[in-house]
């Protein structure tokens, strides 16, 4: 008989929900043999509607080089067992485990603010993230099209965006995307963090595939799209060695450049990705975990500015070297070309002194 220690919830990243530490109260199984039932289960998405005040916000991390992002999506149904902005999610009063992935807040206004930011008189533009904390074309976009929107806009302002996604539905916005590259307005990451699919699949679960991803480079950049890949997180022990071939395969399909993060398990996340990998790769997690806080001065997590997202250590140097030399070998002299900021026209304000 399984139990909820054992239990795998195929199709979602999170195998439980973890305490939300900015709440009184939480709800736990403390005798699981007088269920009837287990009592969690790996129910259906739930979509609940907010009306934010603005949608771009400021990002004041050194580690990341960019000073906006915007986000029309809190939670996300990719299910990233990895991913940081799960302890955002507690800021809602949900859990950063199950709840994150089935538990999605919409921002349906967001088109309307980002126009609304735009023509402020005391605007100045700077490229903006589209994305950043959670994936812009999760699986509800193909219904609600507020990125779509989004771009439109964009697009109206002449304002340069960054899109980072590991969704193919991207693809579905070729024509303003490519409206945008004409004017050195847009450039695209995708991440891509395994080309192994029974991995991706357990560790990414409800993401495009591998082979999908490569094929988004490959339309976008025939389309004249600048993309970056993200080989991120890398995680040592589990996808660091597939770091050369991910680089390989995606200059082969087109892409300019590549980053990398090494993965760091912050706040909840920790006792989440440690609960999954024991359970999805029980033979491997020791090895894992060790390796993962090799990387980040014995711990699991790691907040430090400027270590933080490339880690240190022997085991860090030797994925930075493996990085360095795959990204010279396949990507040499290529590059991202940089974002026109002097296009930006935003329609009316040339009226606003009459």
């Known amino acids: 008989m399984q139990t909820a220690e054992t239990e795998y919830f195929k199709g979602r990243g999170a195998q439980f929900n973890a305490a939300n530490p900015y709440l ?30 603005k949608i771009i916000n400021k990002v004041d991390s050194p580690d990341i080089g960019l000073l906006y992002s915007m986000n029309p999506y809190q939670g996300c149904e990719h299910g990233c067992i990895y991913c940081y902005a799960r302890n955002s999610h507690q800021y809602w009063g949900f859990s950063a485990g199950l709840d994150f992935e089935r538990k999605i807040i919409i921002k349906e206004n967001a088109p309307e603010l980002l126009e609304k930011q735009l023509s402020h008189p005391k605007w100045k533009p700077q490229p903006i993230m589209l994305s950043g904390n959670t994936d812009c074309y999760q699986p509800i976009e193909r219904k609600l099209k507020i990125t779509r929107k989004m771009l439109e806009v964009l697009l109206k302002f002449r304002h340069p965006v960054g899109v980072i996604t590991k969704n193919s539905l991207i693809l579905r916005d070729l024509d303003i995307l490519s409206e945008m590259a004409k004017l050195n307005l847009v450039n695209v990451s ?29 339309e976008l950049s025939k389309a004249g799209i600048p993309v970056n890949i993200m080989v991120a997180p890398v995680i040592p022990g589990l996808n660091s060695f597939e770091i050369p071939e991910i680089i390989k395969q995606s200059a082969a399909h087109g892409a300019l450049s590549a980053a990398y993060t090494i993965v760091r398990l912050n706040g909840s996340i920790a006792a989440i990705f440690e609960n999954w990998i024991r359970k999805a790769f029980p033979n491997r997690a020791e090895k894992v975990l060790n390796q993962i806080a090799e990387c980040h001065s014995g711990k699991l ?15 860090a140097e030797s994925i930075a070297k493996l990085f360095r030399v795959s990204k010279k070998k396949y990507l040499k002299g290529r590059s991202m070309p940089p974002l026109d900021l002097t296009a930006f026209n935003p329609p009316g304000r040339q009226f606003e002194l009459f």
């Open 301 to 315: 997590n790691d907040s430090r500015w400027g270590t933080r997202m490339k880690g240190q250590g022997n085991v």
């Open 24 to 53: 009184k109260n939480e709800l736990v199984t403390e005798h699981e043999e007088g269920l009837d039932e287990p009592l969690h289960t790996n129910s259906s998405t739930q979509f609940f509607r907010e009306t934010p005040k």
């Open 190 to 218: 995708i991440s891509i963090t395994s080309l192994d699919e029974s991995l991706r699949q357990k560790l990414e679960p409800r993401t495009a595939s591998a082979k999908k991803r490569l094929k988004n480079v490959e």
